[in-house]
């Protein structure tokens, strides 16, 4: 993997390695090469998940600290500024291409969507072999470190606390409902949570769980605000069969009637979740109408300069058409009345 055809960062055309923006983005304007200069890292063995234990993809995924080192990136065990994700070891499908399925996914994200994301671009071992690389943003240009939390740590949930599956036993409602109460500018950092959650849902995201969301400092107020998006990927393409999302929508045992009919989520499922966050209706409405059809060229365009083979583009693509088509579907011509 010598000479690429498109960006490894945003995939735009025309470009042998990282275009100017993405050098830029990526590594302050240095000229790193989009191969690295080490091979794979000897794979050190997880520990198996338990029984009982729901099944995620983040639990096969090994991650490695990487720096700027005299133009090249190097590993590290202190002073990491980016985070490398390999190909993973595991028994779901087609782990091979994860790296460029997380790309991707974030790319979308990104640029289709306009989810703040956190930098990150494709890089390649010697052998060819493809790895996400990411640029931390909990640590600051001075190499400071920025306070960040997940939901999780605000929840007050782990393995020990709450059981094996802690992540996933919660709503996103009660993450809605945490962010109210850390955050001064709840109405502004509300919608964030709500665009991403709609993303997550469109690409089949399955591993939109509660250590995927997080707050961190702002530099200048010291107030919690929204991280960017991270984690982001079509989860479906490697685990075929799993719930439609990771988290139920609502706490308890709330179902809207339109899910209860139609057995999965649509327009009027988010349009509740909306309103329980306490967004305005047109906020809501206008948010929800980014996730429609005239989306899909933007996702296709991004999926055809992607390093996902031809069949995957083409199932990922369906699967955001099915998505975005339920959320098209309402059972009700007007905004919804509150459920309670």
Excluded: W
């Excluded at 993997?1 to 304007?29: E, I, K, W």
């Excluded at 009027?268 to 306490?278: H, Q, V």
Aim: charged share 25%; proline share 6%.
């Amino acid at each position: 993997m010598n000479a690429l055809t498109v960006c490894p960062g945003c995939l735009r055309d025309q470009h042998t390695s990282y275009c100017p923006a993405c050098r830029r983005n990526l590594f302050g304007g240095v000229p790193v090469s989009h191969v690295l200069p080490f091979t794979r890292p000897e794979y050190n063995a997880r520990k198996a998940q338990s029984a009982g234990e729901r099944m995620s993809i983040s639990g096969v995924q090994t991650k490695h600290s990487l720096r700027l080192a005299s133009g090249s990136l190097v590993l590290t065990e202190r002073g990491g500024e980016y985070i490398l994700k390999p190909v993973p070891h595991g028994s779901f499908e087609r782990l091979d291409l994860l790296p460029a399925n997380e790309h991707v996914t974030m790319q979308i994200a990104s640029q289709v969507f306009g989810i703040s994301t956190a930098i990150n671009g494709l890089v390649f071992f010697p052998d060819g072999t493809p790895a996400y690389l990411t640029r931390r943003f909990d640590v600051l240009a001075d190499g400071k470190k920025r306070g960040q939390e997940d939901f999780a740590q605000f929840a007050g949930r782990t393995a020990e606390s709450a059981g094996k599956n802690y992540k996933y036993d919660f709503s996103y409602e009660e993450i809605g409902e945490l962010l109210k109460r850390y955050v001064g500018a709840y109405q502004v950092e509300v919608e964030k949570l709500f665009t991403q959650i709609l993303f997550s849902y469109v690409v089949q995201n399955g591993d939109a769980h509660l250590k995927n969301f997080s707050l961190f400092r702002s530099e200048k107020f010291g107030d919690h605000l929204m991280a960017p998006a991270y984690d982001l990927l079509n989860t479906r393409i490697h685990v075929p069969v799993e719930p439609d999302t990771a988290l139920n929508l609502f706490k308890g045992d709330f179902t809207t009637d339109s899910s209860a009919v139609n057995g999965k989520y649509c327009q009027d499922d988010f349009t509740e979740l909306g309103r329980r966050f306490g967004m305005q209706e047109e906020r809501v409405k206008r948010i929800m109408g980014r996730f429609a059809m005239p989306a899909l060229p933007g996702v296709q365009r991004l999926l055809d300069r992607s390093f996902l083979p031809p069949d995957v583009r083409e199932t990922y693509l369906a699967h955001v058409r099915q998505r975005i088509g339920r959320l098209e579907y309402s059972d009700k011509s007007e905004f919804p009345p509150s459920s309670g």
